[in-house]
C-alpha cells in the first residue's frame, strides 16, 4: 500500500487548481463533488473539487454585489478547512498549504465540448445567456488542495465531513481515499463520517 500512496501522492500534489478540477471532475453534475484523501506517513493531501453551482447556487461570473460577496464569503470560509472537515484531535494534524482554483468551460448550446472530458449537463439554470445571438453555457468547477502534516497519523482513521450542513445543494460526495490501502466511498447527509481504509 505505501507503494500506491507513493504513485499516487506526487499526482495529487503535482495537480493542482484549476488542472486538477478538470481531469477529476468529470462528468460535472450538479449536486457531486469529488473528494479525494491521501495519508502518506505524515503528510496529509486533501482534493475537493465541486461545480460551483453545488456551492455558491451559480456557476457565472459574479454579476452583482450579492453574488461577489458570496464568492468571496465561500473563499474566506473554504481557506480553514475546520470550516467543512473534521479531522481527528488525536492525529495532531496541522495545515500547512491550502490551493484554491478554478475551472471554467463555455460553449456554445448544442457544440461539442473542447477538451478530454466529458460532462453531463443534468441542468437547465441561470448560467445560460444570450452573447451576439449565441446561447453560451458557462459551468464552473472549484477545487480546494489541503497540505496537512499529521504529528500521530495512526490516529488518523475517520473525519466528519460538514459540507451537506453548509451546502445543502450537495447531494453526494464521491471519496477517494488512500491510507494503509484503499477505499472508494459514497457520503450524503445521512452518512458525513470518512473512514480511513
Known amino acids: 500500500m505505501k507503494h500506491a500512496a507513493k504513485l499516487v501522492l506526487p499526482l495529487l500534489i503535482a495537480a493542482s487548481g484549476s488542472a486538477l478540477a478538470e481531469e477529476s471532475l468529470a462528468p460535472h453534475v450538479h449536486g457531486e463533488a469529488l473528494l479525494q484523501v491521501v ?12 461545480p460551483a453551482y453545488n456551492l455558491l447556487g451559480f456557476e457565472h461570473a459574479p454579476q452583482t454585489d450579492e453574488e461577489q460577496a458570496l464568492v468571496e464569503n465561500l473563499d474566506t470560509n473554504m481557506r480553514d478547512p475546520q470550516f467543512w472537515l473534521e479531522l481527528p484531535a488525536d492525529a495532531n494534524c496541522s495545515l ?6 478554478q475551472h471554467v468551460e463555455t460553449t456554445k448550446q448544442g457544440e461539442a465540448h473542447d477538451h478530454d472530458h466529458d460532462h453531463e449537463h443534468e441542468h437547465e439554470h441561470e448560467h445560460e445567456h444570450e452573447d451576439n445571438d449565441q446561447v453560451l453555457s458557462e459551468h464552473r468547477d472549484l477545487a480546494y488542495e489541503y497540505h496537512f ?4 497519523p495512526d490516529q488518523f482513521d475517520q473525519a466528519q465531513v460538514k ?6 445543494a450537495l447531494t453526494s460526495l464521491h471519496a477517494e481515499v ?6 472508494l466511498q459514497e457520503l450524503n447527509a445521512g452518512n458525513t463520517l470518512l473512514k480511513m481504509p
Open 178 to 183: 488512500i491510507g494503509a490501502s484503499q477505499s
Open 149 to 152: 502534516l499529521c504529528a500521530d
Open 96 to 101: 500547512s498549504r491550502v490551493s484554491l482554483g
Open 163 to 168: 459540507l451537506f450542513t453548509h451546502f445543502p
Open 39 to 50: 495519508l502518506d506517513n505524515q503528510e496529509l493531501v486533501i482534493n475537493l473539487n465541486s
